[in-house]
T-cell receptor
């Protein structure tokens, strides 16, 4: 059974810092990996989708990498801003149409 | 273009009551999903519909039923609510069942007393 782990569970940084969020998964037979953002009391917003054949994806200040063989993905946020404060979730797509989520990293960016 | 919409936003039920959570998408997506989110457990798939006319169980289907009413709508029914079903429920949709982005609704917060 696929298991997805996100470290750290919580992170607090001053504004302007570059930061890295980590995601690891136990079964490397994935179709893709998706990073989401969730604001308190809200739904999930898709940030980046990396296909299993890709190594990375970029969107603005966000860069996500994927190393399928080692079961790891990282989300890099450049020049963090208070508006980036949210919970970040990674999820992997397995065979059987299952999207398995990690527990999330709660990020606080202090002004 | 509203994306994925869910009703109601909040609901309180007594144990044993029944209710249906509604979900609709206006993106002409083929696949739709129901998840629940619980503290410490993350999001878990309850049921999904790969295409209109099909439904399949996910990781935690017990106590729930679903109906894919048409391509736009996918409902989740609790026949006899239990306190263990207190959760936030999210509906999602995607163009295809495999390998593409899923888009999520705003969620329904359900409390069963």
């Amino acid at each position: 059974k696929q298991e997805v782990t996100q470290i750290p569970a919580a992170l607090s940084v001053p504004e302007g810092e570059n930061l890295v969020l980590n995601c690891s998964f136990t079964d490397s037979a994935i179709y893709n990996l998706q990073w989401f953002r969730q604001d308190p009391g809200k739904g999930l917003t898709s940030l980046l989708l990396i296909q299993s054949s890709q190594r990375e994806q970029t969107s603005g200040r966000l860069n996500a990498s994927l190393d399928k063989s080692s079961g790891r993905s990282t989300l890099y946020i450049a020049a963090s801003q208070p508006g980036d404060s949210a919970t970040y979730l990674c999820a992997v797509y397995n065979a059987g149409n299952m999207l398995t989520f990690g527990g999330g990293t709660r990020l606080m960016v202090k002004p | 273009n509203a994306g994925v919409t869910q009703t109601p936003k909040f609901q309180v039920l007594k144990t044993g009551q029944s209710m249906t959570l509604q979900c609709a998408q206006d993106m002409n997506h083929n696949s739709m999903y129901w998840y629940r989110q619980d503290p410490g457990m993350g999001l878990r798939l309850i049921y999904y519909s790969a295409s209109e006319g099909t439904t399949d169980k996910g990781e935690v289907p017990n106590g729930y039923n679903v109906s894919r009413l048409n391509k736009r709508e996918f409902s989740l029914r609790l026949e006899s609510a239990a306190p263990s079903q207190t959760s936030v429920y999210f509906c999602a949709s995607s163009e295809a069942p495999v390998g593409v982005e899923q888009y999520f609704g705003p969620g329904t917060r359900l409390t069963v007393t």
